[in-house]
Structure formats: C-alpha cells, structure tokens
Nanobody, 111 residues
Framework: QVQLVESGGGLVQAGGSLRLSCAAS????????LYWYRQAPGKQREWVAY???????NYADSVKGRFTISRDNAKNTVYLQMNSLKVEDTAVYYC?????WGQGTQVTVSS
C-alpha cells in the first residue's frame, strides 16, 4: 500500500521560512518523479515544483527563487524548503507521484 505523508506545515509570518517533508512508503522511491502541489481556499490545486528521478528540478513562476525541492532517496523523503513566504502562499500542500497523493499539510502565512 502506497503512503505519502506530509509534515512540517504550520503558521508563519510573512518573510519567514518552513520546510515541508513527505515520507513515502510502498513504492520504489528512487524510481519516481516527485511533485509538490498546493490548494488555496476557493482555488484549484496548482503545481508548485517537481524533482525528477535524476534530480532535475523545476518550479512554478510564483515560487521560483524562494522555494527549493530536494529528495533523499536513502530516506524515501522529498522536501520543500520555502523561504520568503508570502500571504499568498497560504494553502494546503500536497506531495505526489501523480498516481498517489498525500493527505496534505496546512501552511498559513500571516501578514
């Protein structure tokens, strides 16, 4: 059974930082591209970042230069380092293989 479990969300002031983690089980982690998505209240889920099997990364324009995605295949974990957070980054953040999804972790950025 595949499980993706996010953690690390919380409440932070604008300009602050958070590091999200997503621990995977039930999959051959190193064989999957990995994605972070987010969904703000009243909005559709949007792609945030991905990291390919070989380590290539890409980011949505709205987070480029502020967020960093990384992976640790030995720990079956993908991370999202979020710096210079803005109020508009407030959302539930999900990790995904595009086949499987985690339950999400809430990130709230206050002004």
């Amino acid at each position: 059974q595949v499980q993706l479990v996010e953690s690390g969300g919380g409440l932070v002031q604008a300009g602050g930082s958070l590091r999200l983690s997503c621990a995977a089980s039930g999959i051959t982690f190193s064989s999957h591209h990995l994605y972070w998505y987010r969904q703000a209240p009243g909005k559709q889920r949007e792609w945030v970042a991905y990291i390919r099997i070989g380590g290539t990364t890409n980011y949505a324009d709205s987070v480029k230069g502020r967020f960093t995605i990384s992976r640790d295949n030995a720990k079956n974990t993908v991370y999202l380092q979020m710096n210079s957070l803005k109020v508009e980054d407030t959302a539930v953040y999900y990790c995904s293989t595009l086949t499987d999804w985690g339950q999400g972790t809430q990130v709230t950025v206050s002004s």
